[in-house]
């Protein structure tokens, strides 16, 4: 008992009680988020209502000022879904978090709640093509500018990119699908030093191998249509308040420290404190994109959110057992990239970063003969589907080049570490033995 003794609080004099608050992260996964009372459903209920009834009119004006917590319409928060919310920030470690209907949307209302036209940011060029698209081709309509850096650039020439409109650094942990792993040792202090928030997508890593809060980023989003959903049958996203970042003391960010008009001068900072970021989302963002999650997928989530801790940790495992076979087929492999091999380029911060240099499920490739060798590589997998989709429980495979970037350009897909033989494989968590050898049939057929 004394080796966990800073787990408990003291009871009655010599007994020692278990405090909620530091429950380790497998036992979030399933406890965490909704507790039932005597009597109550044991599962999360779906609260499948978009309103909710009130005794006074004068209870719903305030729930209107934001002087009171309470759901109004469900277009802005549930039950369903604030439990889901809830165990998501306490995973990530964060003050709050709010779901979206989709990664997408997550990302996009991270930044457009800090941004607005004429405002830039700087991303990483290695993002998720879709996220690519959005932040070059949509928010640049939008008239918000992200500047591309990566990690041959020396610091001098990023902060070079830092202007007084400049309003966040965004990247991510585990870049899909080059697997570049995040150098949070180099670029936290580098966003503090340009005064920046930073933004990290932990969609691959997930919060059970790495908590980028911990490691100094400010804001966390996921796809939580990918691993935490688990089982491809939710499209959702969550954004996580750190609760860190000093948005009043930075100056740049009017949209937190001064009155918006649109809730009676409410200034979000002064009435919110830590969770000012995560708030505005909510109640204003949220409440005018509509980008909603519905009750029902929130619930399906959580179903998967509670085996989360096991699943993970299966996906690695096999996927780093996949990678090693990979590796040895040099007779069709032109690379393997996968941060958890020893050899890895970004082994060594996969072993600082992601627990246990545990690196997901995903391992990406190169084939020798290009695009046409990749194809019938993939036409040949009988186990393994082809789809549009990755980290579930399902091995699945997809020529990034031809699909999920193919509007990148050649510049741009080289720079987010792709060539037309590139394949991303997710490795589910069937038996490894199984994956590998509906893999080895697979490239035996394209010798």
């Known amino acids: 008992m004394a080796c966990h ?32 009372g005597n009597g109550e459903p044991r599962v999360l209920p779906v609260y499948q209502s978009t ?18 917590d309470g759901h109004m319409y469900t277009r802005i928060s549930n039950p369903t879904v604030a439990a889901v919310e809830d165990k998501i920030a306490k995973l990530e470690g964060g003050v709050g978090a709010m779901m979206t209907s989709s990664g997408q949307a997550a990302s996009l209302i991270s930044v457009l709640n800090i941004a607005s036209e004429g405002d830039n940011f700087l991303m990483m060029g290695n993002l998720y093509g879709g996220t690519t698209n959005l932040f070059l081709v949509t928010m640049k309509r939008m008239g918000i500018e992200a ?14 990119k830092v202007d007084s409109r400049t309003r966040l650094f965004f990247g991510e942990t585990i870049a ?30 997930t919060p059970i191998l790495c908590n980028p809060i911990k490691l100094g980023a400010d804001i966390v989003i ?23 970042f ?43 994109l509509g980008s909603t999650p519905q009750p029902f997928a929130a619930f399906l989530l959580n179903i998967g959110l509670e085996t989360l801790d096991l699943r993970i940790r299966r996906h690695s495992d096999n996927a780093l057992k996949v990678a090693g076979y990979l590796r040895s087929r040099t007779d069709l492999v032109k690379s393997v990239s996968y941060p958890g091999l020893e050899d890895s380029a970004d082994h060594d911060k996969a072993m600082r970063y992601l627990e246990g240099g545990m690196a997901s499920g995903v391992v990406s490739f190169s084939m020798k003969g290009g695009r046409e060798k990749a194809m019938k590589f993939m036409d040949s997998l009988r186990m393994a589907a082809i789809v549009v989709h990755v980290a579930d429980a399902r091995t699945c495979v997809l020529n990034p080049a031809s699909t999920t970037h193919r509007q990148l350009s050649d510049e741009m897909l080289v720079a987010a570490g792709i060539d037309p033989g590139f394949v991303r494989l997710s490795v589910g968590i069937e038996d490894a033995d199984d994956i590998i050898q509906d893999i080895r049939e697979a490239l035996d057929k394209c010798l």
């Open 51 to 68: 309103t909710y009834k009130y005794d006074s009119s004068e209870e719903l004006a305030k729930l209107f000022d934001l002087a009171s």
């Open 5 to 36: 003794a800073g787990r408990y609080r003291e009871g009655r004099p010599g007994v020692l009680i278990m405090r909620e608050q530091d429950w380790k992260k497998a036992t979030i996964c399933v406890q965490g988020g909704y507790k039932a």
């Open 246 to 288: 000093d948005w009043e003391g930075s100056g740049r960010y009017p949209e937190l420290t001064e009155p918006d008009e649109s809730y009676h001068g409410v200034i979000y900072t002064k009435q919110f404190g830590r969770s000012a970021y995560i708030t505005k989302a909510r109640v204003q963002l949220m409440r005018d």
């Open 176 to 205: 899909n699908p080059s697997l570049d792993v995040f150098d949070f040792d180099r670029f936290v202090p580098l966003a503090k030093k340009a005064g920046l928030p930073l933004v990290i997508d932990n969609t691959f890593a």
């Open 147 to 160: 500047r591309v850096v990566n990690d041959s650039m020396s610091d001098e020439e990023i902060l070079a």
């Open 222 to 244: 996921h796809s939580t249509t990918k691993y935490m959903d688990g089982h491809a049958m939710v499209v959702g996203g969550v954004i996580v308040d750190g609760g860190s």
